[in-house]
C-alpha cells in the first residue's frame, strides 16, 4: 500500500511513524517548509514521548516533502490530518480539511481512499466526497473514509500502537478491506459503522471524558464543603464496572488541543440544529470556573496580589508535553500579573511555548526547589514527576508556606505534619 498523510502535527506525524514501523512506506506532506526541512533531517517537532525514537528507526520507509501533487499522484491511500481549530463560535474551523480536499483532487491520477483522521463535525465526510468530485481534474473513483484518532499527548504512540479500538466508517466493502489491511498488524479491535456514526463516536467520547473530568471536579468542590474526600470518593466511584476509574482525576479543569475545542464544537453543532446538549454546555462552564479555583482559593489568603510573589510550579495543560493550549497556566498567571504579583515559574517543557504567549514580570528558574525559594503563596498547575516528587521541607523554604496544589499531588495527612498550609482540590486536611 502506497500512503500519503496531510498534515505532520500530532496525529498525523504519530500515525505516519506508527505505520512506517508496522511496514508501510509513507510520505508526509506539509505546508509548513521549516518543519519538513527539519523532519527530512530527522529531526521530530514535537515533544511526544517515543517518537523522535521510532521516527529514526523507521527512518528508511518515511518521506516528507511539501510538493503534494507528487505525494498524492499514485497513492492508495491519502489520510487526511490536518487540524480543525476553534473558531470564534466555538464551531470547527474546516478550512484546512477543505484546502487538502482540493489538493488530493487536483492531483490523484488513480483509484484511491481518502481517510479523514481529523476531529471534523458531523456531515463534513460526505462533504469531502462532495468537494473532491467537484473539483477531480481526472476520471477516477475516490472512496471517503472516516477514522477518527483517539491519541492522547505524551502517550500517542503507545495510544496508537495499543489502542481500545479502530473506528472505521465507510459504507464500501472495498474501503473497508483497505482500511482493515493497514491496520492488520496493530491487533486491535476494528469497530466498522458508517461515517456520520464514526465521526460521532470521535466527539462524543471527547465529550463524554470532558464531562466526567466536570462531574468530579464539581463533586471534589461540594466534599471541600462537606468534610469528605474526592480521591476516596472517586475510588469508591470508579471501582463500579458501570462508572470505570479512569478520568475521575479532580483537579483544575481539563486543557489541551482537544476536549475544549470538541466540547465546544459538538455544542455548537447542536445549537446550529436547534438541539443544545445541555450536558456538554454545563461541562464547559464548570469547566471554565475550576482553571481559576486556585485564585479563588488564594483570595482567602490575599485580598490583593500586589507585591506578592507567586511560585508556580507546572505551565503545560499536563505533564509529558510541550503544548500550551487551553492550559489554565494561561488563565491564572495573566490575573496575577494583572493583579500586581511577581510570578516565579517552573517548567520542564513548557517554558519556550510560555514566554511567546504571556510577558510580564515572570522568572523562569530551572528547578521547583529554585521557584519555591522566598515565595509568599504556591500555585501547582502541573503534575510533573519533578514536581510530585518534592518533599513537604522543600516548602519550608517559602516566605510563607501556602501550597496551592491543582492537582492533588501529594498526601494531605503527610502535609498537615509540617509548618505550612496546604490546600488542594477536594479534600480537607
Ligand atoms: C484527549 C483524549 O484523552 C484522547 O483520547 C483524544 O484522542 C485526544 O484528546 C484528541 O482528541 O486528540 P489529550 O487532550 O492529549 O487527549 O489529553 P488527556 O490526557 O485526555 O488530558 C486532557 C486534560 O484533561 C488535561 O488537562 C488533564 O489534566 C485533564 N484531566 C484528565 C483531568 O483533569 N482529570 C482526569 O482524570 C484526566
Same mark, same amino acid.
Given at each position: 500500500?502506497?500512503?500519503?498523510?496531510?498534515?505532520?502535527?500530532?496525529?498525523?506525524?504519530?500515525?505516519?511513524?506508527?505505520?512506517?514501523?508496522?511496514?508501510?512506506?509513507?510520505?508526509?506532506?506539509?505546508?509548513?517548509?521549516?518543519?519538513?526541512?527539519?523532519?527530512?533531517?530527522?529531526?521530530?517537532? %514535537?515533544?511526544?514521548?517515543?517518537?523522535?525514537?521510532?521516527?529514526?528507526?523507521?527512518?528508511?520507509?518515511?518521506?516528507?516533502?511539501?510538493?503534494?501533487?507528487?505525494?498524492?499522484?499514485?497513492?492508495?491511500?491519502?489520510?487526511?490530518?490536518?487540524?480543525?481549530?476553534?473558531?470564534?463560535?466555538?464551531?470547527?474551523?474546516?478550512?484546512?480539511?477543505?484546502?487538502?480536499?482540493?489538493?488530493?483532487?487536483?492531483?490523484?491520477?488513480?483509484?484511491?481512499?481518502?481517510?479523514?483522521?481529523?476531529?471534523?463535525?458531523?456531515?463534513?465526510?460526505?462533504?469531502?466526497?462532495?468537494?473532491?468530485?467537484?473539483?477531480?481534474?481526472?476520471?477516477?473513483?475516490?472512496?471517503?473514509?472516516?477514522?477518527?484518532?483517539?491519541?492522547?499527548?505524551?502517550?500517542?504512540?503507545?495510544?496508537?500502537?495499543?489502542?481500545?479500538?479502530?473506528?472505521?466508517?465507510?459504507?464500501?466493502?472495498?474501503?473497508?478491506?483497505?482500511?482493515?489491511?493497514?491496520?492488520?498488524?496493530?491487533?486491535?479491535?476494528? %469497530?466498522?459503522?458508517?461515517?456520520?456514526?464514526?465521526?460521532?463516536?470521535?466527539?462524543?467520547?471527547?465529550?463524554?471524558?470532558?464531562?466526567?473530568?466536570?462531574?468530579?471536579?464539581?463533586?471534589?468542590?461540594?466534599?471541600?464543603?462537606?468534610?469528605?474526600?474526592?480521591?476516596?470518593?472517586?475510588?469508591?466511584?470508579?471501582?463500579?464496572?458501570?462508572?470505570?476509574?479512569?478520568?475521575?482525576?479532580?483537579?483544575?479543569?481539563?486543557?489541551?488541543?482537544?476536549?475544549?475545542?470538541?466540547?465546544?464544537?459538538?455544542?455548537?453543532?447542536?445549537?446550529?440544529?436547534?438541539?443544545?446538549?445541555?450536558?456538554?454546555?454545563?461541562?464547559?462552564?464548570?469547566?471554565?470556573?475550576?482553571?481559576?479555583?486556585?485564585?479563588?482559593?488564594?483570595?482567602?489568603?490575599?485580598?490583593?496580589?500586589?507585591?506578592?510573589?507567586?511560585?508556580?510550579?507546572?505551565?503545560?495543560?499536563?505533564?509529558?508535553?510541550?503544548?500550551?493550549?487551553?492550559?489554565?497556566?494561561?488563565?491564572?498567571?495573566?490575573?496575577?500579573?494583572?493583579?500586581?504579583?511577581?510570578?516565579?515559574?517552573?517548567?520542564?517543557?513548557?517554558?519556550?511555548?510560555?514566554?511567546?504567549?504571556?510577558?510580564?514580570?515572570?522568572?523562569?528558574?530551572?528547578?521547583?526547589?529554585?521557584?519555591?525559594?522566598?515565595?509568599?503563596?504556591?500555585?501547582?498547575?502541573?503534575?510533573?514527576?519533578?514536581?510530585?516528587?518534592?518533599?513537604?521541607?522543600?516548602?519550608?523554604?517559602?516566605?510563607?508556606?501556602?501550597?496551592?496544589?491543582?492537582?492533588?499531588?501529594?498526601?494531605?495527612?503527610?502535609?498537615?505534619?509540617?509548618?505550612?498550609?496546604?490546600?488542594?482540590?477536594?479534600?480537607?486536611?
Amino acid at each position: 500500500m502506497k500512503i500519503a498523510i496531510a498534515g505532520t502535527g500530532y496525529v498525523g506525524l504519530v500515525s505516519a511513524v506508527v505505520l512506517a514501523h508496522v511496514g508501510h512506506h509513507v510520505v508526509c506532506v506539509d505546508v509548513d517548509e521549516t518543519k519538513i526541512e527539519q523532519l527530512k533531517k530527522g529531526i521530530c517537532p %514535537i515533544h511526544e514521548p517515543d517518537l523522535p525514537e521510532l521516527m529514526t528507526e523507521n527512518f528508511c520507509r518515511l518521506a516528507f516533502t511539501t510538493d503534494y501533487a507528487a505525494a498524492y499522484s499514485d497513492k492508495d491511500i491519502i489520510f487526511i490530518a490536518v487540524g480543525t481549530p476553534e473558531k470564534v463560535d466555538g464551531s470547527a474551523n474546516m478550512s484546512y480539511v477543505y484546502a487538502v480536499a482540493e489538493q488530493i483532487a487536483a492531483s490523484v491520477t488513480r483509484d484511491c481512499v481518502v481517510v479523514v483522521k481529523s476531529t471534523v463535525p458531523i456531515g463534513t465526510n460526505e462533504k469531502v466526497e462532495q468537494h473532491l468530485k467537484k473539483h477531480l481534474k481526472r476520471d477516477v473513483a475516490i472512496e471517503v473514509v472516516s477514522n477518527p484518532e483517539f491519541l492522547s499527548q505524551g502517550t500517542a504512540i503507545k495510544d496508537m500502537l495499543h489502542g481500545s479500538r479502530i473506528v472505521v466508517g465507510t459504507d464500501s466493502e472495498s474501503a473497508r478491506r483497505v482500511i482493515a489491511s493497514i491496520y492488520e498488524n496493530l491487533d486491535q479491535p476494528v %469497530i466498522f459503522t458508517d461515517r456520520r456514526s464514526a465521526e460521532m463516536i470521535k466527539y462524543a467520547s471527547n465529550d463524554f471524558l470532558a464531562l466526567k473530568i466536570s462531574y468530579i471536579n464539581e463533586i471534589a468542590n461540594i466534599c471541600e464543603v462537606l468534610g469528605a474526600n474526592v480521591v476516596d470518593v472517586a475510588r469508591g466511584m470508579g471501582m463500579d464496572p458501570r462508572i470505570g476509574d479512569k478520568f475521575l482525576r479532580a483537579g483544575i479543569g481539563y486543557g489541551g488541543s482537544c476536549f475544549p475545542k470538541d466540547t465546544k464544537a459538538l455544542h455548537w453543532l447542536g445549537n446550529f440544529h436547534d438541539q443544545e446538549l445541555k450536558t456538554v454546555k454545563a461541562a464547559i462552564e464548570v469547566n471554565e470556573n475550576q482553571k481559576l479555583r486556585l485564585i479563588k482559593k488564594a483570595r482567602k489568603y490575599y485580598s490583593s496580589f500586589e507585591g506578592i510573589t507567586v511560585a508556580v510550579l507546572g505551565l503545560t495543560f499536563k505533564p509529558g508535553t510541550d503544548d500550551l493550549r487551553e492550559a489554565p497556566s494561561l488563565a491564572n498567571i495573566p490575573i496575577l500579573l494583572d493583579d500586581g504579583a511577581k510570578v516565579k515559574a517552573y517548567d520542564p517543557c513548557g517554558v519556550e511555548n510560555f514566554k511567546r504567549k504571556v510577558s510580564g514580570d515572570i522568572v523562569y528558574c530551572a528547578t521547583p526547589e529554585e521557584t519555591l525559594r522566598d515565595a509568599d503563596i504556591c500555585f501547582i498547575l502541573t503534575e510533573w514527576p519533578e514536581v510530585m516528587e518534592l518533599q513537604p521541607n522543600h516548602f519550608l523554604t517559602m516566605r510563607r508556606p501556602i501550597i496551592l496544589d491543582g492537582r492533588n499531588c501529594y498526601d494531605p495527612g503527610l502535609m498537615g505534619d509540617y509548618p505550612l498550609i496546604y490546600d488542594s482540590i477536594g479534600r480537607t486536611i
